[in-house]
């Protein structure tokens, strides 16, 4: 008998329910996660018990969701999902059940459940419970859906995304039924909100395979839910530095960067303004002139679309600006770029421009990659000897200027600007006495 170890309160609690007479069972992605060797983010928890019955047993509940069978069990401050077994009844949005039956048969509720690698079942005294063959399938490394996926997925749409999204966290193909089964019910994910999209998108582009979004192509899902990557997709690029087309590249690059939120979306969308700038020389080379500022607009509309924070629409979209902006491998250069830019952002922009130079075509790769790597020196030798880039860190302040006798207004702040300016030219300047003697001798003139 295969043999999960649970966590100390997992055990209470199943112990618990089953010392009142019911039936408990760990289900689900937790199951899955132990069986991988993975440990579980949390553990949920299925009882023939009701709702009311599971309240009876417990000191401190939480009704999270009461109507769907679900209540938290609370044990000190950690809090443990805990749902009457139920059937489901006709869902009527792509997204929930009309009504909800409870039953008290395990198998019925495991019917319900997406793909078979989700629908496990195990307790310390049945082991495994296994109805539809996840184990098998974690075997095959295949993700397949319980039952008919045309029944899954019109349950809900959005198991489509999730499909890709756990074929891309394991590295599992998808079955060849619950792949036809997405080709034919794409478009139902119109009705899936944006926020569900976000979530399943950013779960798919920090996976090991971020690449696998080439299935969401495939199958018509990114046609619904980001038509701008398509395009990307249909995009050729006749140029010596490129080998893929535009979308082919983003797949590429999505690869060689860390695990990143930030950093995967900068990548997906980076080239996402080149089929808009698309022209073609006399010669057939492809050019793509302002394609980076095309490409922040784009990311705008799409990020504020999907509902994504503003702190994560500020960072990305500034990295798709900035991500072709030529820095010198000299020290005046790289002050500047890093004062255009922004301290914040400038630090993530490396990783952003070796994973563009990885995903080009070998032409001149190993030069541009050895001047990355010169201006990441330069960059660290600013850092270390603090070298001013902004205007925080001018030696002067607008009140060191008006105790000189400068009055507040326009003329302040265009001094500040001149300043900063021959201290990023000459950061040996960034002194005080020297700034304020300037300004003196700027007056008298």
Sequence with gaps: MMHINLP???????????????????????VRDSILGRIPDDWDITTSASPQQVKSLFKHTIDTGIQHGTVTVMLGREGFEVTTYRIDGEYEDSRHPKEVTFTSNLKEDLKRRDFTINAMAYNSRSGLVDVFGGLEDIGRKLIRCVGG????????????????RFSAQLGYAIEGGTERAIRKMAGNLRHISAERIQTELVKLLVSPHPDYLRICYDTGITKIVLPEFDRCMETAQNHPHHCYTVGEHI?????????????????????????????????????????????????????????????????????VLYHDYPVEAKAKSVRRAVHKIGEDIFPYLFAVKRADILAQSDYRKDEKLKKLEEIRVIYERI???????????????????????????????????????????????????????????????
């Design 8 to 30: 100390e309160k997992v055990e209470n609690i199943l112990s618990t329910i089953e010392s009142g007479g019911y039936e408990a069972y760990a289900v689900g992605g937790c």
């Design 251 to 319: 797949l590429h690059s999505l690869k060689e960067v860390e695990e990143d939120k930030v950093l995967r979306l900068a990548m997906l969308f980076h080239d996402m303004g080149k089929p808009e700038t698309k022209e073609t020389d006399k010669n057939g080379k492809d050019h793509f002139h302002g394609h980076s500022a095309a490409g922040e607009r784009m990311a705008r509309q799409v990020l504020h679309r999907l509902r994504f924070d503003n702190d994560t629409v500020y960072k990305v979209c500034r990295l």
């Design 149 to 164: 996926p045309e029944e899954r997925f019109g349950e809900d749409a959005l198991r489509m995304m999730r499909a890709v």
């Design 383 to 445: 850092l270390e000897e603090q070298q001013c880039v902004s205007l925080h860190t001018l030696a002067v302040t607008g009140r060191d200027l008006i105790e000189a006798g400068m009055k507040p207004g326009r003329e302040l702040g265009e001094t500040l600007e001149r300043l900063l300016e021959i201290v990023l030219e000459h950061p040996e300047e960034n002194e005080k006495d020297k700034l304020l003697e300037y300004v003196r001798r700027a007056h008298r003139s």
